[in-house]
């Protein structure tokens, strides 16, 4: 943990939240924050996206509760943009001096540190008290966000908030909150199940997660609304993130070039594949080639085609780290590299410091020496963070020599 003026603990989430709101150009001082939807466009928005299904459920589970507690319930879209903000007059007359209201737009490098601004940019959960705030004018408020996923794709969907009060932040309110979250995601489920489907039109559907984790994280769509999650192996892992990426198939003797540092001996193979086999099913797994019989999704295809569409901050958000980090297999070395170097160049191009900020104060990018120079030219002379930044700087010139 780092420490806020007076000497007060800062939880790390916070503190990165801070230094990416201070690379982005967020003032401190500022009171209000834009309002970027007008409300000529905040009906159409709000009738075209998903979260309009779910919204009165969220205020029939969340609304009295707020309006009795003198807080406010928001509901925002990925992009941090509130689309709608409901609770009792008194509260909404408060909210307002903040600019927490419809149509404004409450992500970290626009508002500075916020539960919901944060749940976005992590993708978890998030509370943020009084002074941690980035903000001296939302300072007296307290806030509490889970994102929304869509079911089907794992695709953010938006966030649901209250903010009100120091009750806003106990542990009751968060699971509340949460709970709350989880059943818009259910209900989304079920009204998808009632329209014709993509997945049941085309049968079996994948979605693979890697990024970030040594063992994939792997979702079964049967295209008749039975979905099963597994948690494979590292090896199967390596074999279905191979698979996925070469939907022709391969050859027994081309999937062993791929997963094998040296000469993988071709029963071992075999004998991994059939194992594989019996998790997934018969149907899914075919040989001859080896292949995948199902529509593939998977958030390494997410971040590239994010990064196809020129959504650097969308790719950003997508991804949860390097590709099975600790895989030595020589393609899936390769799939790695090449995702990370896409990003890391895009990055580097980008003159946007508060996405150089994530990728230094990461893991993997950390020693980063040119994104951390990127980064010092992006913030300017006058940054608060500049101090932060060149700190690094001086700290790789002393370990690089």
């Known amino acids: 943990m780092t420490e806020q003026s007076g000497g007060e603990a800062m939880r790390a989430d916070v503190a990165e939240s801070w230094q990416r709101s201070a690379a982005a150009g967020v003032r401190s001082d500022a009171v209000e924050v834009p309002v970027l939807v007008s409300d000529a466009d905040l009906r159409s928005m709000r009738e075209a996206h998903p979260l309009n299904r779910v919204f009165p459920l969220l205020d029939d589970v969340l609304g009295?509760?707020?309006?009795?507690?003198?807080?406010?319930?928001?509901?925002?879209?990925?992009?941090?943009?509130?689309?709608?903000?409901?609770?009792?007059?008194?509260?909404?007359?408060?909210?307002?001096?903040?600019?927490?209201?419809?149509?404004?737009?409450?992500?970290?490098?626009?508002?500075?540190?916020?539960?919901?601004?944060?749940?976005?940019?992590?993708?978890?959960?998030?509370?943020?008290?009084?002074?941690?705030?980035?903000?001296?004018?939302?300072?007296?408020?307290?806030?509490?966000?889970?994102?929304?996923?869509?079911?089907?794709?794992?695709?953010?969907?938006?966030?649901?908030?209250?903010?009100?009060?120091?009750?806003?932040?106990?542990?009751?309110?968060?699971?509340?909150?949460?709970?709350?979250?989880?059943?818009?995601?259910?209900?989304?489920?079920?009204?998808q199940l009632t329209r014709p489907q993509v997945s049941s039109q085309h049968g079996l559907r994948l979605m693979i997660e890697a990024l970030g984790r040594s063992e994939s994280l792997v979702s079964v769509d049967d295209g008749r609304g039975s979905v099963s999650t597994l948690r494979l192996s590292p090896r199967h892992s390596e074999i279905l993130t191979l698979l996925a990426a070469s939907p022709s198939g391969m050859s027994g003797d081309e999937l062993?070039?791929?997963?094998?540092?040296?000469?993988?001996?071709?029963?071992?193979?075999?004998?991994?594949?059939?194992?594989?086999?019996?998790?997934?099913?018969?149907?899914?797994?075919?040989?001859?080639?080896?292949?995948?019989?199902?529509?593939?999704?998977?958030?390494?295809?997410?971040?590239?085609?994010?990064?196809?569409?020129?959504?650097?901050?969308?790719?950003?958000?997508?991804y949860r780290?390097?590709?099975?980090?600790?895989?030595?297999?020589?393609?899936?070395?390769?799939?790695?590299?090449?995702?990370?170097?896409?990003?890391?160049?895009?990055?580097?191009?980008?003159?946007?410091?508060d996405l150089m900020s994530t990728w230094t104060r990461s893991a993997w990018g950390r020693d980063d020496y040119e994104m951390w120079l990127a980064q010092r030219a992006a913030v300017g002379r006058t940054s608060p963070v500049l101090p932060l930044i060149e700190g690094q700087i001086a700290r790789l010139d002393a370990e690089l020599g």
């Open 321 to 353: 780290g390097p590709m099975l980090p600790r895989s030595n297999a020589p393609g899936i070395v390769r799939l790695r590299d090449s995702l990370a170097h896409s990003l890391r160049h895009a990055l580097l191009r980008s003159n946007e410091p």
């Open 64 to 191: 009295q509760a707020v309006r009795e507690c003198d807080a406010v319930m928001a509901v925002g879209d990925a992009s941090g943009n509130l689309l709608w903000v409901c609770g009792a007059s008194s509260s909404l007359r408060k909210a307002e001096s903040i600019g927490f209201v419809e149509g404004s737009n409450w992500d970290e490098r626009l508002a500075g540190t916020n539960a919901p601004g944060l749940a976005l940019a992590t993708g978890a959960p998030a509370t943020v008290t009084r002074r941690e705030h980035f903000r001296s004018s939302v300072q007296p408020w307290s806030c509490a966000a889970v994102p929304i996923h869509d079911p089907g794709t794992s695709q953010l969907l938006g966030v649901l908030d209250i903010t009100g009060g120091d009750q806003v932040v106990v542990p009751q309110t968060l699971a509340m909150v949460r709970a709350a979250a989880r059943l818009a995601e259910a209900e989304l489920a079920r009204t």
């Open 256 to 318: 062993s070039v791929l997963l094998y540092e040296d000469d993988g001996a071709s029963s071992t193979l075999r004998a991994e594949l059939n194992r594989l086999r019996g998790l997934l099913g018969d149907q899914l797994l075919l040989s001859r080639p080896y292949r995948l019989a199902a529509g593939v999704s998977s958030d390494w295809l997410a971040v590239e085609a994010q990064l196809a569409a020129g959504d650097l901050r969308g790719a950003m958000r997508s």
